[in-house]
């Protein structure tokens, strides 16, 4: 039996080990609520990574996060980026550039503020670009806004 147990420990481990640390695509997040918008031109400090127009979308758990000041788990935060395009005097939204998520698990990512970090190129769930990279690519700048439970973004009714 023991011998049994240590192998089945070996073969599973990897597996959880894995699993544990990958940031789920957020399916259905284009029906979630609708926290803010904003659009980043030529000339801001994130125009390389950032610029364009973002929506950013809360799921019912991350949006009472918003009202108490701190994330229960399984709150999941959408950074919809999307290009920018002026026309006609306007700006109006071109394809899809990157869509940021963040998801709330103490345990599974207690490294990074208990929040996972991905974000998927084009909006493709199989365009992953962070990886393993979270901690340089994502929480050190999210890292500054630690009193508010890493997130920058607020509430407004
Ligand atoms: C240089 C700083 C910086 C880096 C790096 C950064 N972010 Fe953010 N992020 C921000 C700011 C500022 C906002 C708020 C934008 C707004 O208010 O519209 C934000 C907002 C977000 C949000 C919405 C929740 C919130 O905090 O308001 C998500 C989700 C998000 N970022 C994901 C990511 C992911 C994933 C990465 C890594 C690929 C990343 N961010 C890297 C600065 C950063």
């Known amino acids: 039996m023991k011998r049994l ?3 089945l420990g070996w073969a599973v ?15 259905g997040y284009r029906n979630w609520t609708h926290v803010k918008s904003m659009v980043i031109e030529q000339g801001h400090a994130l125009y390389e990574s950032f610029g364009g127009i973002h ?8 949006l009472r996060g918003y009202r108490a000041g701190e ?30 998520v963040m ?9 990074t503020g208990g929040w996972g970090f991905e974000g998927f190129a084009g909006g493709d769930p199989n365009q992953r670009v962070v ?6 690519a994502c929480f ?18």
Request: glycine share 4%; hydrophobic share 45%.
């Open 13 to 27: 481990l990897p597996l959880c080990a894995a699993a544990a640390e990958v940031v789920e695509y957020p399916e």
């Open 55 to 62: 929506h950013i979308y809360a799921n019912e758990s991350a």
């Open 103 to 111: 998801v709330k698990d103490r345990t599974r990512f207690a490294a």
């Open 140 to 157: 050190a700048c999210h890292a500054q806004q630690r009193e508010r439970d890493y997130v920058f973004s607020s509430w407004r009714d």
């Open 131 to 136: 990886a393993d990279k979270a901690a340089e």
């Open 5 to 7: 147990m240590s192998a």
């Open 71 to 100: 994330f229960p788990d399984g709150s999941v935060l959408v950074f919809d980026l999307l290009e920018a395009q002026a026309e006609d005097h306007a700006l109006v939204e071109g394809p899809r550039k990157v869509l940021g």
